[in-house]
């Protein structure tokens, strides 16, 4: 079985700086995908940034950018310049690419807060 | 092009009641997916409906059924209520049937059973 862990329970960082939040996961596939969501405590699921796993170039979406280093088994999500509407819950994700269900995993979530 | 909808917001029930959630999926889409999310933890996945068959289950028990309709909305259905049931209930849409469809989620289902 997929498990995702987000070992950061909570993180900070000034407005207009640069911050990054760690994810690793384990599986024994070679074909998924990878991704980021946020959830602002309007509670609604808004996916970020995804990647594919048989993509070596790291997937970027405006500010948000990820380092993904498959043999590691890491995912991390860089946010640069942040914006006080980053402030939320993110979360990683997996889902496999192989088979017909989209189930995702989640990890457990970073509650990011951004100080002006 | 409307979004994924979901009712009622907020849910109030007691220990071994029955509820019914529902969601409406985004135009165009044909599967739904449902999720747990208990406090302060991650979404769980429950159960997905392609086409309003049940395409996969996660680790619940039966008393955690579904439903698909032909328009492709569907519903979430818990019987016997317990209080570690009190969650927040989220789901969500997507095209299906390609390698890759990207899930677009509904604003949830906050059940709280006492």
């Known amino acids: 079985a997929q498990t995702v862990t987000q070992s950061q329970p909570e993180m900070s960082v000034q407005e207009a700086e640069t911050v990054t939040l760690s994810c690793t996961y384990d599986?024994?596939?070679?074909?998924?995908?990878l991704f980021w969501y946020k959830q602002p405590p309007s509670r609604q699921m808004i996916l970020v940034i995804r990647?594919?796993?048989?993509?070596?170039q790291n997937a970027t979406e405006n500010r948000f950018s990820v380092n993904f280093q498959k043999a590691a088994k890491s995912f991390s999500l860089k946010i640069s310049d942040s914006q006080l509407g980053d402030a939320a819950m993110y979360f990683c994700?997996?889902?496999?690419?192989?088979?017909?269900?989209?189930?995702?995993?989640f990890g457990k979530g970073t509650k990011l807060t951004v100080n002006p | 092009e409307t979004g994924v909808t979901q009712s009622p917001t907020h849910l109030i029930k007691t220990r071994g009641q029955q509820v019914t959630l529902r969601c409406s999926s985004q135009?165009?889409?044909?599967?739904v997916s449902w999720y747990q999310q208990a406090l302060g933890q991650g979404p769980q996945f429950i159960f997905q409906?392609?086409?309003?068959?049940?395409?996969g289950r996660g680790n619940f028990p039966p008393r955690f059924s579904g439903l698909q309709f032909p328009n492709y909305s569907s519903e979430l259905n818990v019987n016997a209520l317990e209080l570690d049931d009190s969650a927040l209930y989220l789901c969500?849409?997507?095209?299906?049937?390609?390698?890759?469809?990207?899930?677009?989620f509904g604003p949830g289902t906050r059940l709280t059973v006492l």
């Open positions: 969500a849409s997507s095209g299906g049937g390609g390698r890759y469809n990207e899930q677009f």
């Open positions: 990647q594919e796993a048989y993509k070596q």
């Open positions: 409906y392609y086409r309003e068959e049940e395409n």
């Open positions: 994700a997996y889902r496999s690419a192989q088979g017909g269900s989209e189930k995702l995993v």
């Open positions: 599986t024994s596939e070679s074909d998924y995908y």
């Open positions: 135009s165009g889409h044909n599967t």
